[in-house]
């Protein structure tokens, strides 16, 4: 119904910089807010950036400063600018939104397959 694609992964050297790419496509009506979370296989799925359809983004302490969403959530896209990458940043990276596949339908969230972020020491 719903597809989410990321792109723009890869290696960078610390200190780098890399932007990520994530587009919606589907039966979507409506968008509520897109995000970016990432995961390494030894943690959890955490929240790395969020736009909301107002316009209003908020960012985890560990990235605030270095990272920056970006987009146009009414064309389903949104961008993740990543800078200063540091080792701990690698991680995969996904793409989520919430959203609703017709009107009046409840609000749902899709997830990306994610995309791989390496950052070399």
């Known amino acids: 119904q719903v597809e989410l694609v990321e792109s723009g992964g890869g290696l960078v050297q610390a200190g780098g910089s890399l932007r990520l790419s994530c587009s919606a496509s589907g039966s979507i009506f409506s968008i509520n807010a897109m995000g970016w979370y990432r995961q390494t296989p030894r943690g959890q799925r955490e929240l790395v950036a969020n736009?909301?359809?107002?316009?209003?983004?908020n960012y985890p302490d560990s990235v605030k400063g270095r990272f920056v969403i970006s987009g146009d959530i009414a064309q389903n896209t949104v961008y993740l600018q990543m800078n200063s990458l540091t080792p701990d940043d690698a991680a995969i990276y996904y793409c989520?939104?919430?959203?609703?596949?017709?009107?009046?339908?409840?609000?749902?969230?899709?997830w990306g397959q994610g995309t791989q972020v390496t950052v070399s020491p």
């Open positions: 736009l909301v359809s107002s316009g209003n983004t």
């Open positions: 989520k939104a919430i959203l609703r596949t017709r009107s009046g339908y409840p609000w749902t969230q899709w």
